[in-house]
């Protein structure tokens, strides 16, 4: 797998991450230090879930993938210390629904009997769904947005979806900020000369993104 060309085909979506010193610092302590403590935002069966889901959208290659590079440990202190109530809540919404339907769709009765080939399947029907599908997902979760709450059943289908394409989103974003992605994979100058606009990027950095 060409874990660049993948990348740049998977849009970053709602799942944006504010870059301040304070989230880096954070992000790097987590490439260092492992906390007993963890998970603080998440639960232990949520956190597990999360892990092998960034795991499989990340999966080590010749890069690291998500788990070396400690992105859910990053993930769970960004969201308990940056994200508001609100996010949090629909976040915790999100992961609870994924894990519903993997126990209906499994027909297994525990959330620690989840192992990384049902959630594959999940991610596979929701990440590579084609146009079609996406649009009445993306509809249907419109139209129940627009009522008053309580008025329609909620889609689960369509919850699950939005809450893939967030962790994906949040996922590809985490990698980016990492230090060793920086450093190793994308172009980076720790020492930035002059600014030449309307280059060729293969050009100048031989295809590669510049690191933040």
């Not at 893939?164 to 020492?191: C, H, M, W």
Request: charged share 20%; with cysteine.
């Amino acid at each position: 797998m060409d874990r660049r060309k993948v990348l740049k085909k998977i849009g970053y979506g709602s799942g944006a991450i504010i870059v301040s010193p304070q989230i880096l610092n954070m992000l790097h302590s987590c490439q260092s230090l492992v906390n007993k403590n963890l998970p603080i935002f998440f639960t232990k069966i949520q956190f597990q879930i999360i892990s092998k889901t960034m795991e499989l959208i990340i999966p080590k290659t010749d890069i690291p993938g998500s788990t070396e590079l400690m992105l859910p440990e990053f993930l769970d202190n960004y969201i308990d210390i940056v994200m508001s109530q609100s996010d949090k809540e629909n976040l915790s919404k999100g992961i609870n629904n994924f894990i519903k339907l993997i126990l209906i769709e499994t027909s297994k009765n525990q959330s620690n009997q989840i192992n990384i080939i049902d959630i594959n399947v999940q991610l596979k029907k929701y990440l590579k769904a084609n146009d079609s599908q996406i649009e009445r997902w993306q509809k249907t979760q419109e139209y129940i947005s627009s009522k008053p709450i309580g008025d329609f059943p909620k889609s689960l289908e369509s919850e699950v979806y939005n809450f893939l394409i967030q962790i994906r989103s949040l996922t590809l974003n985490a990698f980016r900020l990492n230090e060793y992605i920086g450093e190793k994979v994308l172009a980076y100058d720790p020492i930035p000369g002059k600014i030449i606009g309307c280059v060729d990027l293969n050009q100048t950095t031989g295809g590669k993104r510049w690191s933040l």
